[in-house]
Structures are given as C-alpha cells and as structure tokens.
T-cell receptor, first 114, second 111 residues
Framework: NAGVTQTPKFQVLKTGQSMTLQCAQD?????MYWYRQDPGMGLRLIYY???????DKGEVPNGYNVSRLNKREFSLRLESAAPSQTSVYFC?????????????FGSGTRLTVV | GEDVEQSLFLSVREGDSSVINCTYT??????LYWYKQEPGAGLQLLTY?????DMKQDQRLTVLLNKKDKHLSLRIADTQTGDSAIYFC???????????FGTGTRLTVIP
C-alpha cells in the first residue's frame, strides 16, 4: 500500500544543472500530476497526464518537461535549474475523473537551487 | 479559470473550535475537498462533500457547503495541538478532470 512514491526527498542543485524527479503510483490510476508549492501561493500545477501517453501543460510549465513513461510512472525534468525553481514538488495521482477519493499525493521533493 | 480562496492564517487555543473558510467561483463544482498537510509531509485527504449536500460530519470534523454563496467551511471541534497544519480546500467542476486548490490556511493551535 505504498500509494505515490517520490524520489529523491531532498536535492540541492547548482544553477544550470539538470535533474529528473521521479514519481510512481501503485493504485492503477489513469491520471498523474506535478505541482509545486511555494509559501503563500498554495499549489500550482506544472504538468499533468490524463492517461498513459498524454501530457498537458498546467499553470506554470516553463522550465520543466515531463514524461509519462508508463501507467505507473510520471517524471519531471528540469533541464537547466534556476533559483526560481527552488520549491517543494509534489506528485499526485487520481482516477480519470476524480471523485470522492480526490487526489493521492506523494510526500514531496524539497529542491534548492543555489 | 476557477479561483479558490482561503485566508492564510488561523490561530486557536487548544480545546476551542476552529473554523476554516474557503470560497470558490465555479458554480458547477461537483466535489469539494479538504486536505491536511502536516509539516514536511504531503497532502492527505481529510474529507469531501458532494455538491448536493449541505453538511457532512465525520467525528470532530464538520463540513458546511453554501452553494448559493459558493462558500465551504471546515469546523474542527475540540482542536488539539496535533491539528496544527496547513488545510487546503479544493474543488472539481462538472466535466472537469482536475482539482483546483486554494492557497491553504495555516492553523496554529496554542496550548
């Protein structure tokens, strides 16, 4: 009953470095999401994937790319990290149309870009 | 697009009731949710309410929905220090596949 697993939990990058945040879910959910959380700004949607093989931009996609590798996995890539991307990143998953179960969230990746 | 608003901070004394408020703009919202985020953790679903309901109670939690005013509230009875967290409301509109989240309310419980 792992739910949504994110790796790594913490990461420090230098400006310009690249990295990939990993997310996997074991609930057979169709939809997966990447959010960033910044103080006073709540959750902002970066990208989402309504189903395997599809991805769409959210509210703040610039500077990020995603890959829906299969039904279980949805990765977020920063090609050239910037200090403005310092944030906490959350992955979530849900049924194709969220109902009473809403989204299930991972525990987050805390990223610092120096 | 949808707009979900919450006040940022709330402080209450241990044992008192807490009321966290949320307003939303999508009149076609079907499901509305409350999530809790403890320090250093992800968001956990606390409860939901379907749009044809006015109230839902679950132990110490009471959710009130006023569709006319597009207002959602979460009441926590007998608030404990373990209730200190950030609380997010979220809504899903008819036909929508995504949830829209508020900014979160940081609840601080004073012993």
């Amino acid at each position: 009953n792992a739910g949504v697993t994110q790796t790594p939990k913490f990461q420090v990058l230098k400006t310009g470095q690249s990295m990939t945040l990993q997310c996997a879910q074991d609930m057979n959910h169709n939809s997966m999401y990447w959010y960033r959380q910044d103080p006073g700004m709540g959750l902002r949607l970066i990208y989402y994937s309504a189903s395997e093989g599809t991805t769409d931009k959210g509210e703040v996609p610039n500077g990020y790319n995603v890959s829906r590798l299969n039904k279980r996995e949805f990765s977020l890539r920063l090609e050239s990290a910037a200090p403005s991307q310092t944030s906490v990143y959350f992955c979530a998953s849900s049924e194709a149309r969220p109902d009473r179960d809403g989204y299930t969230f991972g525990s987050g990746t805390r990223l610092t870009v120096v | 697009g949808e707009d979900v608003e919450q006040s940022l901070f709330l402080s209450v004394r241990e044992g008192d009731s807490s009321v966290i408020n949320c307003t939303y703009t999508d009149s076609s919202s079907t499901y509305l949710y409350w999530y809790k985020q403890e320090p250093g953790a992800g968001l956990q679903l606390l409860t939901y309410i379907f749009s044809n309901m006015d109230m839902k109670q679950d132990q110490r939690l009471t959710v009130l929905l006023n569709k006319k005013d597009k207002h959602l509230s979460l009441r926590i009875a007998d608030t404990q220090t373990g209730d200190s967290a950030i609380y997010f409301c979220a809504e899903r509109g008819t036909g929508a596949n995504n949830l829209f989240f508020g900014t979160g309310t940081r609840l601080t419980v004073i012993p």
